[in-house]
């Protein structure tokens, strides 16, 4: 009669192989140590993880926790992958870094920036003035400046244009040539020594007389009174004229006579005369 074979599992606990006898039911069957299939069955399931292969879930999921809580980066994901590739990986500046403004390799907070700000460009003094300071025009290199406003192109054009206040090159070249106030006499014997120099009586004894507008031009028209006298004088009161106006030998062209052109246009022409320029002639 042939032997019968035996099925064997591995027992990890004495690291051997036992024999199972096939019955009907596990718990019938017992191991060396005296367990039975069963036993055996419920050990292997109930055992911790990893045991020939299997997990139990909450085995897994402490697993999954614990890859989920990774921070070394496990599967060396790059910056390029997640669309940061142009991103330096600096860190933030202390307040320190921020206010020296020595570093070229860290990121800047809006914290940051505003402590650079107050170190590096506050001002600490205006014109050698602290605190409140007000400044005014002599602060500033403008003492000689006057607050006005600057005129318009249509004043200064204006005011370009304004011939009363302005004076030509030929009016400047005649003020050039007067004399100035120092050269001008101020006392009778400078007066005295100028070979140009004439007193009142000397004019008087040249005949040109005391000239003043206000005697010869009361009403001040700019003409002499006794000229406009002479502008009216009446025929008889005109002197040394002749008695009378004998004419001088002369002529005069037709138009110089009044009527005269109508007079011959109305005369008959001069003979021959013809039949024609007889008719109807009385």
Do not use: C
Not at 12 to 24: D, F, G, S, W
Not at 107 to 118: C, E, G, H, S, V
Not at 166 to 192: D, G, Y
Not at 208 to 235: C, H, I, R
């Amino acid at each position: 009669m042939a032997k019968n074979v035996l099925m064997k599992y591995y027992n990890p606990a004495t690291q051997t192989y036992q024999e199972v006898h096939p019955l009907t039911k596990t718990t019938n069957v017992y191991n060396n140590e005296g367990k039975t299939v069963q036993e055996l069955i419920d050990e292997h399931k109930a055992a911790a993880a990893p045991h020939s292969g299997h997990e139990t879930p909450t085995g897994a999921q402490a697993k999954v926790d614990a890859h989920a809580n990774r921070t070394d980066n496990p599967h060396s994901v790059t910056k390029s992958q997640v669309g940061l590739g142009n991103v330096e990986n600096y860190g933030i500046a202390t307040q320190a870094e921020a206010e020296a403004g020595s570093v070229n390799n860290k990121y800047m907070t809006p914290l940051r920036t505003k402590q650079a700000i107050d170190v590096l460009q506050a001002v600490k003094s205006v014109a050698g003035k602290t605190g409140n300071v007000t400044l005014t025009k002599n602060d500033v290199g403008l003492s000689n400046v006057d607050n006005v406003k600057q005129a318009s192109k249509t004043e200064f054009v204006s005011h370009n244009n304004d011939t009363t206040r302005h004076i030509t090159s030929a009016e400047r070249t005649a003020w050039n040539n007067k004399a100035e106030v120092s050269q001008i006499p101020t006392k009778i014997s400078q007066l005295e020594n100028d070979r140009e120099y004439v007193t009142q009586e000397e004019l008087g004894d040249a005949g040109y007389g005391d000239m003043l507008k206000s005697v010869y031009d009361t009403d001040n028209d700019g003409k002499v009174d006794m000229a406009e006298a002479a502008d009216s004088v009446p025929w008889t009161g005109v002197t040394g004229k002749p008695s009378t106006f004998p004419p001088s030998s002369h002529t005069h062209i037709i138009s110089n006579i009044t009527g005269l052109q109508v007079a011959l246009d109305g005369k008959m022409s001069v003979g021959p005369l013809t039949w024609n320029d007889l008719k109807g002639v009385i």
